[in-house]
């Protein structure tokens, strides 16, 4: 039985308050008037007179009215892209954590399904790390609340007036697309998806347990088919959920490819997840069971899965980029000219490294070279997310600074004490699983 140290209990509170604090900082940091906005301007333009002199040369000359009335809409622009940065840090970790926990629920389903003989010894730890997803959940339905209520301007097409032709924010397009991109039917959605991924984490749990004190494998399979229908939900509702929640921040933009894209992203950090957490509960005298073979196994979809997103990153940008459509290639034109390093790093980390590193079958054994490609594939897939919703958000003010540090602290620390104390609740190895001595056995 797993025991929840008081030192790692302390660390967790610890990252929660160092996190909260920063959060803090960052909203009361953000611009609060025009006026705010003007006097960061003026200093920046003061800061780079020489080259806007340069430039200004070759501008088309305009009436004072015109240039007044661009200065207003610049600086308004840039009002909401500040206000939006702290929001923006903690949507971006929040949708982090939320998804590494469905990566897990959603490979622990595809074990359930599959009957696989090697997994079992890791139902548990599988099962620590989705007691995360109610509590994440929640922070995160919140959030869409708070963003439907116009606390802040993450999702444009939220805004007043966008789909009134009358009106002088009036967008075509979006207008268009207002009976799907409505806050009534988008909540709903939303409700909907995280109540259904919660019920079968809940259930497949309970199901478990039960299965430890039965007779028969009637659990089991109970599971099995309940881990069938989750899955065809989950794929579906993936879909719908990546177009929900980060593709309508760019709501002129779409590619059919987007839903395989982020769940290529999100599966493979949960399963990284699974692993990083195997690896330290095997270095504290835990999971005895669970060898090198376990190990090399879950390092195996780790370098897979990171290829399978490599393929749909380079897809998704060759076809935009070959057929050349210039509202499709806005979307990347923008992340490589203002987010060059965040955009080609996330590619460095998440597939030359993971390749370099992993595609060794010796080091996917070995504990300290696996730790590290581990740490290197999460925060690759962080810019990842990081780049899916900044460049729509807060433009080319981006950095990362305070709020986004603060932000993954915060919910670093809430996710090593939810999983953790989840983890204390129960044995770490199912009993009457009818896998469960294949599992242990498990060598090659």
Request: aromatic letters at 20%; glycine letters at 6%.
């Amino acid at each position: 039985m797993y025991t929840f140290s008081s030192k790692l209990k302390t660390f967790s509170f610890i990252l929660m308050l160092l996190g909260a604090l920063g959060i803090g900082i960052g909203f009361m940091s953000a611009p609060k008037t025009i006026q705010d906005v003007e006097t960061i301007l003026k200093a920046e333009e003061a800061h780079h007179e020489g080259g806007h002199e340069a430039a200004a040369t070759h501008e088309e000359v305009k009436s004072p009215a015109e240039a007044k009335a661009e200065h207003e809409e610049h600086v308004e622009h840039v009002f909401h892209q500040l206000q939006n940065k702290p929001w923006a840090a903690l949507y971006v970790a929040c949708i982090f954590f939320l998804l590494i926990t469905m990566g897990v629920l959603a490979f622990y389903g595809i074990q359930q399904v599959a009957q696989a003989g090697w997994s079992p010894v890791l139902f548990r730890v599988m099962q620590g790390i989705t007691a995360y997803l109610p509590v994440i959940s929640v922070i995160f339905f919140v959030f869409l609340l708070l963003s439907g209520f116009h606390l802040n301007h993450l999702f444009v097409w939220m805004n007043e007036g966008v789909t009134d032709p009358k009106s002088p924010n009036y967008d075509e397009i979006i207008a268009g697309k207002s009976g799907y991109l409505n806050f009534a039917f988008w909540i709903s959605r939303a409700a909907i998806f995280l109540l259904g991924w919660n019920l079968y984490r809940y259930l497949s749990r309970k199901n478990c347990l039960a299965q430890d004190a039965a007779s028969d494998d009637v659990f089991y399979k109970k599971n099995f088919k309940m881990s069938a229908a989750f899955l065809v939900f989950f794929i579906v509702s993936e879909s719908i959920m990546s177009w929900d929640w980060i593709m309508s921040l760019d709501p002129h933009w779409f590619s059919t490819l987007f839903g395989w894209y982020v769940f290529a992203s999100f599966f493979v950090s949960g399963i990284t997840v699974i692993q990083m957490v195997t690896i330290y509960l095997k270095s504290k005298g835990y999971l005895e069971n669970v060898n090198s073979s376990h190990i090399h196994d879950l390092s195996k979809f780790m370098f897979g899965i990171s290829v399978f997103w490599t393929y749909l990153w380079f897809s998704q940008f060759m076809l935009i980029w070959y057929a050349n459509i210039p509202e499709e290639v806005t979307y990347f034109k923008t992340r490589i000219e203002v987010y060059n390093l965040p955009f080609f790093g996330a590619f460095f980390m998440n597939f030359v490294f993971p390749i370099l590193l992993l595609i060794n079958s010796d080091f996917k054994r070995i504990f300290w070279i696996v730790v590290m490609g581990g740490i290197v594939i999460l925060f690759g897939h962080y810019v990842d997310f990081f780049n899916m919703i900044m460049p729509a958000t807060v433009g080319d003010r981006w950095f990362i600074g305070i709020p986004e540090i603060s932000a993954l602290l915060f919910f670093f620390g809430l996710f090593i004490f939810v999983v953790f104390s989840a983890l204390a609740k129960a044995p770490l190895v199912p009993k009457r699983n009818p896998f469960i001595e294949e599992s242990k056995h498990f060598h090659y």
